[in-house]
């Protein structure tokens, strides 16, 4: 068994905010408004209800659909991993919660939902802001009862390093249950990364982040292993030849609040660049951001319409910038000319260097590659594919090479 630092609270707790703050970011703030978020969506007397007909529906159907000669996969907050999660149903696939099309999901591909119970996130959330920490070991042993109930032979999680899974962490480790942690989004090479180190094996996007848990000596080797990107990839994409330039924006200031001015000095900048090119600018919002906040420090400025997904965009747009939003990322594999701009005084990695996109520090370069990019007749000609080396591109497909890990381990 796993020996945890310090006491439970600081484990599940007090260590990711520690982590942050080394790194210049304060979390305390943005970690307990999400725990009282999801606390207070269990106060809604319907919303428990459907949890618990989800619950009662796997007593009565997982006897018939449990296949007894096929490891059981537990997910946790992977649901946006939709490959996967659908090549898993061929096993025995359970989400610890409810996704979109829940019963589409059940009836179809066989997939088992079994929501976490009520008592868990209120515990979890009263148990870290009243450093109670005989609340959070209650909150563990009801975990524990449901891991024991479910009978898992893998956990599946997003991250390791927020309460609800630091607490899973725990308790699957008490348990003997191996975790996996799927990696969700990009790091950049700094020995600060918060996830990723105490899941018992990790699944990566390429060898470049590999090799930033092994150099900076988070975690050993054997336990890392490539996935590649989890999400499936649009190809043939042809470019629009439009005259729109997305911004992917990000949540900073959520966690530095002397962020908020250079954010906004750089969307009235990039506004300003784009219209002198004849582009018409539009700002994407980060998930976390406050929209409405952010609407009225920028009133002139053109958001993407509240429900557009970012594949919307993507079929919208031709050219997207950020200073290291995973979209970005998303955008070049799906073809996009995508441009990075290191405007804030914060650490990242240099995108162009690793075979990304070109990265330009300065409003001066940026301007003039986005005017030689507008007396092009074909935009095509600056896209170039992204370094396998950073983005491994799974074959023959992120389901099937998910499936071959984890039959390695289990």
Known sequence: MKKFKKNLRYFIFEEYLEI?????????????????IVSDYYKNPFFN??????RLNYSLFSPLFIKKDKAKILFHKTTKFDLILNSASSKNAIVLGIRPNALKNFLFRRT???PLFKNFHENLYSGIINHDENLLFKNLDELKKVFIYLNPDVIVILDDALPDSRAIIWVSNELGIPTVEIQHGIYCSDPLIPTGRYSDYLFVWGKYFRNIYIKNKIRNKKTIKILGYPHKIRSNLKFNNSNIIYYLGDDFENYNKSIIDIKKELIFTLNSLCGELGFKFVYRPHPSEDVKFMKSQLPNIRFTPDKEKLHESFDKGDIFISFNSTS???????SKLCIQLTNYPLKTDNFEELGVCPSFDNFRDLKTYIKEISNA????????EID???IEIPSPDPGTRFLELLDDII
Do not use: C, Q, T, W
């Open 112 to 114: 088992i939902y079994y």
């Open 49 to 54: 209800l459907i949890l618990k007909s989800f």
């Open 328 to 334: 970005l990322i998303e955008a070049a594999l799906e």
């Open 388 to 390: 396998s080396s950073y």
């Open 20 to 36: 942050n703050e080394m790194a210049g970011f304060d979390a305390r703030s943005p970690v307990l408004n999400n725990l009282k």
């Open 377 to 384: 007749k074909d935009y095509s000609v600056f896209h170039n």
